[in-house]
Structure formats: C-alpha cells, structure tokens
C-alpha cells in the first residue's frame, strides 16, 4: 500500500487528463471576453460576454449568457452549450463546445457558433444565420 501511494505522489499527473473547469473569464481569437459563473449542481450556469465584434453599428454592451454542461463534475473534457443574449441588438447566439486540456495543462474551450439575425421576413431567413468556430482560452 505504501509503495502505491509513493508512486501517486511521486509520478506527476498528465496535464491532459486534468478536468476542465468552465467557471472563469476566457477569451477569445477576436478579442471577445467571457465570464462563466459556477456551474451548479444541475450543470447550468450563466455568465456574461463582451464581445469585441458585431455585425451593427450600435454600441457594444456587455451581454448575459446562459448555458449547461454536460456531466457536471464527472467527465474530464465536458461538451457544453450557452446562448447569449445580446443587449444591443435584436441577434442571438448560440454556442455549442467541448473543454480540453493540453499537454500543458492549458484548457481551451473548443466552440461553434450560430448567430441568427433578426429579419423582418421569412424571405430573408436565407441571409439570417451566420455560423463559425471559436476557441476561448482562460485569461483568469
Ligand atoms: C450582433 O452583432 O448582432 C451581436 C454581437 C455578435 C457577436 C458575434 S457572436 C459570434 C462571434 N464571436 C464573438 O466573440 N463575437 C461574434
């Protein structure tokens, strides 16, 4: 017994098999900052998202975010979806991602998103959805 808990305490633990928090404020590759809260017990959590971008004029406001997570606590690299609602525009966004944890131990949450528009017909439902990928990496 002795032997096995020298051996746990002495062999390092893989980086890459660290469990991935969400709570903390990540940032994105155009700049967008996000704050997650902690998720509870249920696996929702919610947050808000500076986005550094968008697609009208108005001025960026800081938005809340609302999402769940897959497996709270259990899973290691945990899929989870959030969508934000923004506070100047009329736009929603909806985000669906996995948390992974390099070799390093640097966690990097892998996203996609879809950003449907507001369109005063369903003619132009064709030109109201934009879609794209996104990786956050924590800043704290
Ligand atoms: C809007 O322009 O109507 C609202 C802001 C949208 C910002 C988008 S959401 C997907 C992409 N990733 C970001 O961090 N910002 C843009």
Not at 64 to 70: A, D, E, K, N, R
Not at 85 to 104: E, L
Not at 108 to 115: S, Y
Request: hydrophobic fraction near 40%; proline fraction near 3%.
């Amino acid at each position: 017994c002795c032997l096995l808990l020298a051996l746990t305490l002495l062999v390092p633990r893989d980086a890459a098999s660290r469990k991935c928090d969400l709570q903390g404020l990540w940032r994105n590759e155009l700049g967008s900052n996000m704050t997650v809260l902690a998720t509870n017990t249920a696996g929702t959590f919610s947050g808000s998202y500076h986005t550094a971008v968008a697609a009208t004029n108005k001025q960026i406001l800081v938005s809340p975010l609302q999402g769940v997570q897959q497996h709270p606590g259990a899973k290691r690299h945990p899929t989870f979806g959030f969508t934000v609602q923004w506070q100047f525009s009329d736009s929603t966004t909806a985000f669906v991602g996995q948390c992974f944890v390099d070799h390093r131990g640097k966690e990097m949450l892998e996203t996609m998103w879809l950003l449907r528009e507001e369109v005063l017909s369903h003619k132009d439902t064709w030109k109201a959805t934009r879609v794209g990928t996104s990786i956050f990496t924590r800043v704290k």
